[in-house]
């Protein structure tokens, strides 16, 4: 799961967190919370948040590769490793219309935070508060007052999705799975 970071999200998209430095020379390692690091290098500019939400200058990217789930990154004007621990645990952001396009039958999960979930039957879940990845899939967190859903994000349960609702046909069991009601 990701850190929590204050941002303006209207405009930016959290996609990492500075781990450590790497080396002498001002390089970073950055862990994605995508799971998609080589993406880093991709970006025309990153911008760093402390937990607070104060922001960085943008930054572009000298060098990347990909180690693991993580990028080690240099960016310009981080030139050593006093300059790389200065920004160890700060976020990593993107600005939105930074983002390629999706292609035929991709989509970004991020604008799926806000919008209410239904079921096919019309039952109404709440709304999904966030995504996170559970290491095997992407799950949308949906609340709705003290109830808590985590759906996973695969074809054959969520239906139907667009800018105003997300439609899932839930398998027997995954919705009860958490209810004081189950029996174990």
Known sequence: MTDDYLYPAESYLLIGKIIEPHGLKGEIKIFSFAGQPENIQHYKKLVLVTPSGKLSQPYSTETCRVKGKSAIVRLNSVNDRNGAEAITGMGVLILKEDLPQPGENEFYL??????PVVTT????????????????QDLLVVQDNDEEYLIPILDTIVIHHDAEKIVIEPPPGLLEINSEDSVL
């Open 121 to 136: 039957q019309g039952r109404k879940l709440g709304t999904v508060t966030k995504i996170f990845s559970n290491g095997a």
């Open 110 to 115: 991020y604008p799926m935070v806000g919008l």
